[in-house]
């Protein structure tokens, strides 16, 4: 089995059930030093997301409100929302290890981690979503995370956007889900959405984690300081941290970030 012509056909696998199930097999053989790297091989340039065939895509605002959790419409887009982001970033991961080359196999051993573990939580969440007679594909999507792998074409740009800024971001946004979610009267959904999100928070940590390693490591093969990470984030997101009241503080430490990067985007003193 070849590693990338491997990793490019799972990459454009339109049908959900069918991209898992070659992962899981290419995945396998990976593990078992079955597969060979063709050092060579042309990366491609992907113009479309894996989903498009699948999902509806709209602009990010057209997308449907997380409203009234309390009925199964309100719970439906909730998980269908989170569920997306998983499997968005299922083809993120598989991308970071596809397009990049010449990294130690230390790099492309955590990214396939990485992706193995987004499967598991897509699953999860699609579990829910038919146990409400409901699908992946039933509501409409952006392309802002696909938007984003387009974008970054290196190491430094991809390592700093995605697991340390827009997998960050979820590190601030999950906890406020969940806060809102215990308010509401328990019933059996509500609870297993809870218990779903508080094992993909814990987990997405480990993450952002390896992103803030592999990111350091982009850092000194280009001979540029850590400081640069500001600068791409304002160069794509000019609109900065969305969340600076919101921080998960012990999360993004425990993740890689320094406390001076932590009251940077908070714009005052959180850590010390």
């Known amino acids: 089995m070849k590693f990338y012509k491997e990793l490019e056909l799972i990459l454009e696998a339109k049908n959900p059930k069918n991209k898992i199930a070659a992962f899981n097999k290419f ?3 990976y593990k078992l ?16 997301p894996s989903y ?25 887009n909730l998980i269908h929302a989170i569920a997306h982001i998983e499997y968005s970033a299922i083809d993120l991961a598989l991308d970071g290890a596809y397009r990049f080359r010449g990294l130690p196999k230390e790099y492309y051993a955590d990214w396939l981690e990485v992706a193995d573990d987004e499967i598991r939580h897509f699953l999860m969440l699609e579990k829910l979503l038919h146990e409400l007679d409901a699908k992946y594909g039933d509501i409409e999507v952006h392309n802002a995370l696909f938007e984003a792998s387009q974008k970054t074409q290196t190491l430094l740009e991809r390592m700093a956007v995605v697991p340390r800024y827009l997998e960050a971001n979820g590190l601030d946004a999950t906890p406020m889900i969940l806060t809102k979610i215990k308010k509401l009267p328990k019933n059996e959904m509500i609870g297993k959405v809870i218990s779903t999100l508080e094992i993909i928070l814990e987990e997405e940590i480990e993450h952002v984690k390896k992103g803030d390693v592999w990111f350091n490591y982009a850092c000194d093969k280009d001979g540029v300081k850590n400081d640069v990470y500001f600068e791409i984030i304002d160069k794509y997101y000019p609109q900065g941290f969305l969340r600076p009241k919101n921080l998960n503080i012990n999360a993004r430490k425990e993740a890689g970030f320094s406390c001076r990067e932590l009251n940077f985007m908070a714009k005052k003193e959180v850590c010390r």
Do not use: M, W
């Open 33 to 48: 030093g079955e597969v060979e790297c063709e050092h060579e091989y042309k990366s491609k340039e992907f113009d479309s």
């Open 27 to 29: 995945y396998k053989a």
């Open 52 to 76: 498009y065939a699948v999902c509806k895509i709209v602009p990010p605002q057209d997308v449907p409100k997380r409203s009234n959790l309390t009925t199964r419409e309100g719970q439906i």
